[in-house]
């Protein structure tokens, strides 16, 4: 596996030249260790269907077609799973690659002064231009709330064990550019070394090593993954990336604010053990497992950070004086060896790793600190206590000549602990509303308050609820045995209340409730706080709430009802009130998966849009009628696919409606998407550094110029031509479900060990019950990537025609100016020509040919196909180009060196599931078929 297909122009091929060599070298090592593991003859069958693939997308009318299906319909099982591992593994080893050459070419661009779009620099400067002093975006920070939060997802492929060694990978790859840098300046010197040419060889050595470990690697798991499993397979990009590179960010940005300290207004959320919604597998022990796994890699990494600082702060009383404060942090260490005797620095960090891990077994029993502890020590009340010796250190070596001692490690970690504090990150509560109303209905029915609270109309509900909380008396009847349902939901809410009392209030900070569609559904999670004393008082008297409530606004109906519910709930006496006394702050939470698999591409996108702007119109209206102004802050359910939400982050971020971010913004980070941005620790840092350009771009840039309102018009006119469309195929064409699981691997997706969460609600084949992660991943698998694009080509059409010929060419001209002049519509268009460059046409149809029903696939598939030319045609028509990715070199090369060995993946996966359904029952075959699942996906990143 060493030939790469290029047909690049040749300036465009001098810049890839060091990606193709990485790849090269790469399928070089790939293709030697398959000889060395499987033979001669399992190298020469990858090869001769890797050549076919190509000429097949090469010339889709030549015989190559024919012959690859017969060659791949007499695969054995087991040469099967040998060329699709071959396929996938080089699909990932291909990403390592990207990744490395993306690094190198943003150090070439930084190196000559170019900031890369979305980089930090590059959005300073921005600011700088237009006008925005460093002292404004100081405040503009110590205002903020910028958070990505991770979430587990029943698509997530990748195991713990291949990432690491791709990790491996990556770090040999970047040590192996660095030796080539060096031999290039050598050679430009006239100098030879032939130490260097040894070290290339130990570098091709190791990399060797790693991709046997990885062929020796089981690709997908044996068991279904577990909450625990997902819970450390998130906490593992804390202890790689975010505990060094969080730091780093704030570092950067203090700099380049001219020393400016800023407070913690980056934070991390997750839900991974906090997520119940649809769920079964989390419950209140999950939960507490889950904040003291958090609370062990915190003190644990604060641990090893305390002991380095040892190593390094050994100054004596006899070189350096110290600072009152510190010589008592010293003296009340117990610390009485005396090697440290005239070591104060020394002593006090003794005491302080001793307290460390004396709360590491008060957080977190069972977990042991790195090292034997020398001094007992009593554990901190909370991350605040550790600080402040952490600046007693900080501030006794700037008053003693120490300054230059502070950045390498103290100054970071006083960072890390006001970030992370010992909870590490902020773990989110999701369940669905007709849960919460389920358990409130025993729970009244119990108390004999409401015999059937589910029959009770929406205006009786608030009544009845609001009574409740004006009313300190608890639900709860003792002794009685409540139902599973019940007793599990109560012991989340007071699993919650222990928590806060634990880490502090930071570790749950928000309740998110999954459909929201009235104001019932918010008072019900109240109720239900109330319980646990997480709401205290009554709303008459004043109540607080200790954690955040957060309507998730899902569907497209709820979506258009959110600004009115919020409205009708703040109007309710008390409310208002208790979230100013709570902190007046408010999370709402956009669905886009859902929404988008409820009305299509153009429709969620722009209803979100005209959400979002009512929202923050109503909560304006909302601090002037109460006199003090609530925070609102937007919550962004994004996947990884476009058609869930996913797209650039920073594009996404900066097409808000104005006015919407103002500093705050949370959004979730999910599946594959997780790997790519947060694996590698440098790329790690650059995305997180992107969200937070983009925040303060979309808060601090001055809005050039309204909308217009004929922007806005064209925009809901393509929406109501869009959904009509969408709906048209996906929920009115007779048998659609039908065509969707058995034209996609949604079926064997369900089946794969890779997620703790079903793939549906409910058992059975209905689109309602699927969950809007698998329908995004089932499109993308087959390559028609439909929840990306689907509906707008017949949107534009009905556009263009509704003023009939004459007005054609005026209709064209505004979306075109639309398109160059409004963020909104840039990005959607951007987004959709990134899908449609990752569609094949070809591949989906030989999908098409699993359904059984023949007619209902030509039929099904024909639609699609004209849709398809429609959005293509539209798009060209609009931008002006007739070429996908013209604007995203990046992307379209990644498009140029991967597709030729994906297509292979795709064949294979048609050929295998034909077989599994017609009931082979060979084990291997629904072994290959879920690493083609794993290879596809890695190949196309952003597919969840």
């Known amino acids: 596996m060493t030939a790469v297909e290029t047909v690049a122009a040749p300036h465009e091929l001098a810049k890839e030249q060091p990606l193709l060599e990485d790849i090269r070298l790469l399928g070089r090592i ?122 587990a997802h029943p698509t997530e492929v990748q195991r713990k064990s291949i990432l690491d060694a791709e990790k491996a990978i990556a770090e040999l790859l970047a040590a192996r550019s660095h030796l080539q840098r060096l031999g290039a300046l050598e050679q430009a010197a006239g100098e030879t070394d032939a130490r260097l040419a040894s070290q290339l060889a130990a570098n091709e050595a190791a990399i060797r090593a790693r991709v046997t470990q990885l062929w020796q690697t089981r690709l997908i798991r044996h068991a279904r993954l577990t909450v625990q499993d997902e819970i450390e397979n998130a906490l593992s990009y804390y202890e790689a990336t975010f505990l060094q590179e ?148 900080a501030q006794s070596l700037r008053e003693h000549h120490g300054q230059a001692l502070l950045p390498a490690r103290l100054l970071p970690l006083i960072r890390k602990v006001e970030v992370f504090g010992f909870h590490l990150t902020t773990l989110d509560l999701r369940q669905s509303s007709d849960q919460h109303e389920a358990v409130l209905a025993e729970l009244l029915r119990v108390a004999r308050l409401c015999d059937d609270y589910s029959a009770l109309d929406e205006a009786a509900r608030q009544q009845l609820l609001l009574q409740r909380l004006n009313d300190v008396r608890p639900l709860r009847v003792p002794g009685h045995a409540y139902s599973e349902l019940a007793t599990s939901e109560l012991a989340i809410f007071d699993a919650a209340r222990e928590a806060l009392e634990r880490y502090g209030r930071a570790a749950i900070r928000h309740y998110i409730i999954s459909h929201t569609e009235t104001v019932s559904d918010l008072l019900e999670v109240l109720v239900l706080m109330q319980q646990a004393q997480l709401v205290q008082g009554t ?182 031509a869009s959904m009509q469309a969408y709906r048209q195929l996906v929920y009115e064409t007779p048998d659609f479900a039908s065509y969707f699981f058995n034209a996609t691997p949604v079926r064997e997706i369900a089946e794969l060990n890779i997620g703790s969460r079903p793939a549906s609600r409910k058992p059975g084949q209905r689109l309602e ?63 959709m020509d990134m899908v449609l460059a990752k569609s094949d046409l070809a591949l989906a149809q030989r999908y098409s040919q699993l359904v059984p029903d023949r007619q209902l696939a030509q039929h099904v598939f024909a639609e699609i196909s004209a849709e398809w030319q429609r959005t293509v045609d539209a798009l060209n028509a609009i931008t002006g180009e007739a070429e996908r990715l013209k604007n995203n070199p990046g992307l379209a090369r990644s498009i140029r060196h991967r597709f030729p060995y994906i297509d292979p993946l795709h064949h294979i996966q048609v050929e295998l599931l034909a077989r599994w359904r017609a009931g082979e029952t060979d084990e291997r075959v629904q072994t290959a078929i879920h690493i083609s699942i794993n290879g596809i996906a890695a190949a196309l990143r952003n597919t969840g």
């Open 539 to 720: 709303l008459e008297e004043g109540a607080t709430a200790r954690i955040i409530v957060v309507p998730l606004f899902e569907t497209i109906a709820d979506l258009r009802n959110a600004p009115g519910i919020m409205q009708d709930y703040y109007a309710l006496p008390g409310i208002a009130r208790m979230v100013l006394n709570s902190g007046a702050e408010q999370d709402i939470m956009l669905g886009y998966s859902d929404s988008n698999k409820d009305g299509g591409i153009f429709t969620s996108n722009w209803e979100l849009y005209v959400a979002e702007t009512a929202l923050v119109e109503t909560f304006n209206a909302i601090g002037q009628r109460h006199g003090g102004q609530v925070r609102l802050r937007m919550f962004h359910g994004r996947g990884g696919a476009v058609g869930r939400g996913g797209g650039p982050s920073y594009d996404a971020i900066l097409a808000q409606p104005h006015g919407t971010v103002r500093g705050q913004i949370r959004l979730t980070e999910q599946g594959e998407v997780i790997a790519s941005k947060y694996a590698n620790p440098e790329i790690g840092r650059r995305n997180l550094e992107t969200l937070v350009a983009a925040t303060l771009e979309a808060t601090l840039l001055p809005q050039t110029e309204p909308v217009p309102q004929a922007f806005l018009q064209a925009a809901q006119a393509l929406s109501d």
């Open 246 to 393: 969080v730091p780093q960010l704030y570092a950067t940005l203090e700099q380049h604010l001219e020393g400016r300290a800023l407070p913690a207004f980056f934070r991390m959320g997750q839900w991974i053990g906090g997520d119940r919604d649809g769920n079964p597998n989390v419950t209140a022990q999950t939960l507490r497992h889950a904040l003291a796994r958090q609370a062990a890699v915190a003190l644990r990494h604060y641990l090893q950070e305390v002991h380095l600082l040892g190593s390094e702060l050994s100054m004596s009383e006899k070189r350096v004086q110290v600072s009152a404060p510190l010589r008592a942090l010293a003296d009340a260490s117990q610390d009485r060896s005396s090697h440290r005797a005239d070591e104060p620095y020394r002593r006090a960090l003794s005491g302080i790793y001793a307290r460390l891990a004396a709360t590491l077994q008060a957080l977190a029993p069972g977990e042991v600190a790195p090292l034997t502890v020398r001094a007992h020590g009593q554990a901190y009340p909370d991350a605040g206590a550790f600080e402040a010796d952490l600046r007693t250190i």
């Open 30 to 151: 790939l293709g030697d260790v398959i000889r060395e593991q499987d033979g001669e003859a399992a190298f020469a069958l990858i090869e001769r269907i890797r050549q076919l693939a190509v000429a097949d997308r090469r010339d889709s009318n030549s015989c190559s077609a024919a012959a690859l299906q017969e060659l791949l319909h007499g695969l054995t099982g087991e040469e099967t799973v040998t060329v699709v591992r071959a396929f996938t593994y080089f699909s990932h080893l291909a990403n390592l690659a990207e990744d490395r050459h993306f690094l190198r070419r943003r150090h070439v661009h930084e190196r000559r002064g170019e900031h890369s779009r979305g980089s930090l620099a590059a959005a300073l400067q921005r600011l700088e231009k237009a006008g925005v002093t460093a002292g404004q975006i100081a405040d503009a920070l110590r205002h903020a709330y910028v958070s990505p939060v991770l979430t």
């Open 769 to 831: 019950d699927l969950r809007a992660i698998p329908w995004g991943f089932g499109w993308g698998q087959s390559r028609l990537t439909l929840p990306g694009w689907y509906g707008f080509g017949s949107a534009v059409e009905a556009f263009l025609c509704a003023d009939g010929e004459a007005g054609r060419a005026a209709r064209l001209a505004q979306l075109q100016e639309m398109a160059a002049r409004w963020p909104f519509f840039q990005t959607l268009l951007s987004n």
